[in-house]
Structures are given as structure tokens and as C-alpha cells.
């Protein structure tokens, strides 16, 4: 770690979060070019962010903001489906591997074969969509609960609506219109919009949702 790192806002709140038990201790934050923003990556155990978004968007953020942006992402690694991210590559696996497609396979499996093929990847996209949508959901309400137990934040809807506004304003022209600039996952396709995850965050706990409450283990507690 260079000592820019070390001396740096960002490096500064995260070891923070890290001491309040909100970040996993074993968790490590590095830069990485090829990360489009800012990433939990829960097999590499740490959260990626791209030094030039970071710069571009979010260093001249509040503390706040910045807290909320690490957490949400620390949401993703403890709350999120750690073989989500596989579920695309099902429907990949299943060409290469299957024999039909080989030399003297069946004249009709082929094409049998190509449509079932088919129908999977549709479905195991769709899957794949909608859980990455109600992840995002998870995150948010990880996030929520910890500035409010820990910074007595008394709505991090704010918080949340300012930063995906904001960035929703420095957008290119070139981006779809209304879509967030690769900020709390960068796929456009599942993202719910700003006005409803605001308002998921500003709603009632309801019983379903207390699974989402922030409490560290004991490991994560501060010594």
C-alpha cells in the first residue's frame, strides 16, 4: 500500500468502519484499474474500487457518503448469494459440455438441444437479474442500519438519493437516461430505481426484513 493510500480519506473510513465491527477486520480495500467503481468481492475477500471513479465522483463526498458507499458494498459480501455471480456461466457450461454436439451425435438432438439451451439461459438470466435487484435492496438496508446505529444518521435515504443523484447528473450523454454510472453495481438491467430503493430505506421494518439488521460478531468487535 503506497503511503498516498494510507494518508487517504477513503483508506481513513474504511479502517474506521473496520474498527467498529462494520467492515469484516479480514477484509481488504484495493485499487483495481479493471474494477468499472466500487465492488464487494467476497472471493478475493475484499472490496475493489477504481481510482479514477473514485476521484471523478465520489472524493468530494461527505464522510457520511462515503461510509455509506463502503458499507453498501460490505452488504453485498455478507448478505449477497456468494454463487450468484456463477449462474450466468450455467448455460456456457452446459454447451461445452454437452456430448450432442459432438460427431455422430443424433441428427434431431442438435437442434433439441439448442432450443433447450436456450430456454435456460433465458431463465437463468432472469434469475440472475432478480436477485441481483433484491441484493441491491439487502445492501441498502446493510448500509441504512449501521449509519443509524453507529452514526445516529436518522434517514440514510438522503444519503442513498444524493449520491446516485449526483451521479446520475455527471452521467455521460452517452449513458441510457436514467441509469447510475457503475456506483452499488454497474449493470443497468436489474437496478431498481432511485425513488424506489429511497423509499425501501425510509418504509417500516417489517419482520422479513430483520435478517438485513446490522450486528457484528464477535469477531468483528472492536478490542
Given at each position: 500500500?503506497?503511503?498516498?493510500?494510507?494518508?487517504?480519506?477513503?483508506?481513513?473510513?474504511?479502517?474506521?468502519?473496520?474498527?467498529?465491527?462494520?467492515?469484516?477486520?479480514?477484509?481488504?480495500?484495493?485499487?483495481?484499474?479493471?474494477?468499472?467503481?466500487?465492488?464487494?468481492?467476497?472471493?478475493?475477500?475484499?472490496?475493489?474500487?477504481?481510482?479514477?471513479?473514485?476521484?471523478r465522483?465520489?472524493?468530494?463526498?461527505?464522510?457520511?457518503?462515503?461510509?455509506?458507499?463502503?458499507?453498501?458494498?460490505?452488504?453485498?459480501?455478507?448478505?449477497?448469494?456468494?454463487?450468484?455471480?456463477?449462474?450466468?456461466?450455467?448455460?456456457?457450461?452446459?454447451?461445452?459440455?454437452?456430448?450432442?454436439?459432438?460427431?455422430?451425435?443424433?441428427?434431431?438432438?442438435?437442434?433439441?438441444?439448442?432450443?433447450?439451451?436456450?430456454?435456460?439461459?433465458?431463465?437463468?438470466?432472469?434469475?440472475?437479474?432478480h436477485?441481483?435487484?433484491?441484493?441491491?435492496?439487502?445492501?441498502?438496508?446493510?448500509?441504512?442500519?449501521?449509519?443509524?446505529?453507529?452514526?445516529?444518521?436518522?434517514?440514510?435515504?438522503?444519503?442513498?438519493?444524493n449520491?446516485?443523484?449526483?451521479?446520475?447528473?455527471?452521467?455521460?450523454?452517452?449513458?441510457?437516461?436514467?441509469?447510475?454510472?457503475?456506483?452499488?453495481?454497474?449493470?443497468?438491467?436489474?437496478?431498481?430505481?432511485?425513488?424506489?430503493?429511497?423509499?425501501?430505506?425510509?418504509?417500516?421494518?417489517?419482520?422479513?426484513d430483520?435478517?438485513?439488521?446490522?450486528?457484528?460478531?464477535?469477531?468483528?468487535?472492536?478490542?
Amino acid at each position: 500500500m503506497s503511503e498516498a493510500d494510507r494518508n487517504s480519506r477513503l483508506y481513513r473510513i474504511f479502517w474506521e468502519l473496520q474498527e467498529k465491527g462494520l467492515i469484516d477486520r479480514r477484509r481488504r480495500l484495493v485499487r483495481c484499474p479493471l474494477t468499472v467503481s466500487m465492488r464487494g468481492c467476497p472471493a478475493l475477500n475484499c472490496i475493489r474500487y477504481r481510482p479514477s471513479f473514485y476521484e471523478r465522483n465520489l472524493s468530494g463526498a461527505s464522510d457520511d457518503a462515503l461510509r455509506f458507499v463502503l458499507l453498501h458494498e460490505e452488504g453485498h459480501v455478507r448478505k449477497g448469494s456468494s454463487l450468484l455471480s456463477a449462474l450466468p456461466a450455467f448455460p456456457v457450461l452446459l454447451f461445452l459440455g454437452y456430448p450432442s454436439l459432438q460427431a455422430g451425435s443424433l441428427p434431431g438432438a442438435k437442434p433439441a438441444f439448442i432450443a433447450l439451451l436456450l430456454l435456460t439461459a433465458f431463465f437463468a438470466y432472469r434469475t440472475y437479474y432478480h436477485r441481483m435487484c433484491d441484493e441491491e435492496f439487502v445492501a441498502d438496508r446493510y448500509a441504512a442500519d449501521a449509519m443509524r446505529c453507529c452514526y445516529r444518521v436518522g434517514d440514510p435515504g438522503d444519503l442513498l438519493q444524493n449520491l446516485l443523484s449526483g451521479l446520475l447528473a455527471g452521467a455521460s450523454s452517452s449513458r441510457r437516461k436514467g441509469v447510475i454510472p457503475g456506483i452499488l453495481r454497474s449493470e443497468p438491467d436489474y437496478r431498481p430505481s432511485i425513488s424506489e430503493r429511497v423509499q425501501r430505506l425510509r418504509g417500516a421494518i417489517d419482520p422479513g426484513d430483520r435478517k438485513t439488521t446490522v450486528r457484528p460478531t464477535d469477531g468483528d468487535l472492536p478490542r
